[in-house]
T-cell receptor
Framework: NAGVTQTPKFRILKIGQSMTLQCTQDMNHNYMYWYRQDPGMGLKLIYYSVGAGITDKGEVPNGYNVSRSTTEDFPLRLELAAPSQTSVYFC???????????FGDGTRLSIL | GENVEQHPSTLSVQEGDSAVIKCTYS??????FPWYKQELGKGPQLIIDIRSNVGEKKDQRIAVTLNKTAKHFSLHITETQPEDSAVYFC???????????FGSGTQLTVLP
């Protein structure tokens, strides 16, 4: 059982480039989340989704976009990468609001 | 929005001793409080959680207590072992999708 899978594991971008961080889960969970974790800090919510076709902003959504066309996948898009977006990005999923969130192992992104 | 504060930021204990990590939250609507363990290079892993209608929960060497009136909750680890060394995060959940707000983390080191 793979759980939550994130790709790539590492990436270096130049300022102004764009990229998509991939997240897929095989637990048939309706709820999915994207967080970022800056060094020595807790995780901050970027976007979340309660089902296919439904997304909503979290605490720090600026500079990011998401889509949710299937239950399994929840990609995160950076359109114009900025140094402030250097971080570790975690995707999580949950079976519902009475269920815990399960996390992937993260994508480490550096923007130079 | 919700604000979660976590103390201490670092904690060193001798193997076999107990460790206590404390968190406070600000939003009285928060109703779910998970604790996560994060090892280097990995995503957060749920170790225990508690809902707002429960005051204490225990799972082997790990226990969590919740004081809703004072808006604080604590993680207790007894008989610590070197493999307990990691970063521990508390979180509080609110909203229809149970969005999590994380504390800033505690680096626990268990000395052999």
């Amino acid at each position: 059982n793979a759980g939550v899978t994130q790709t790539p594991k590492f990436r270096i971008l130049k300022i102004g480039q764009s990229m998509t961080l991939q997240c897929t889960q095989d637990m048939n969970h309706n709820y999915m989340y994207w967080y970022r974790q800056d060094p020595g800090m807790g995780l901050k919510l970027i976007y979340y989704s309660v089902g296919a076709g439904i997304t909503d902003k979290g605490e720090v959504p600026n500079g990011y976009n998401v889509s949710r066309s299937t239950t399994e996948d929840f990609p995160l898009r950076l359109e114009l990468a900025a140094p402030s977006q250097t971080s570790v990005y975690f995707c999580a999923s949950s079976g519902g609001n009475n269920q815990p969130q399960h996390f992937g192992d993260g994508t480490r992104l550096s923007i130079l | 929005g919700e604000n979660v504060e976590q103390h201490p930021s670092t904690l060193s204990v001798q193997e076999g001793d107990s460790a206590v990590i404390k968190c406070t939250y600000s939003d009285s609507a928060s109703n779910y409080f998970p604790w996560y363990k994060q090892e280097l290079g990995k995503g957060p892993q749920l170790i225990i959680d508690i809902r707002s209608n429960v005051g204490e929960k225990k799972d082997q060497r790990i226990a969590v207590t919740l004081n809703k009136t004072a808006k604080h909750f604590s993680l207790h680890i007894t008989e610590t072992q070197p493999e307990d060394s990691a970063v521990y995060f508390c979180a509080a959940a609110s909203g229809s999708a149970r969005q999590l707000t994380f504390g800033s983390g505690t680096q626990l080191t268990v000395l052999p």
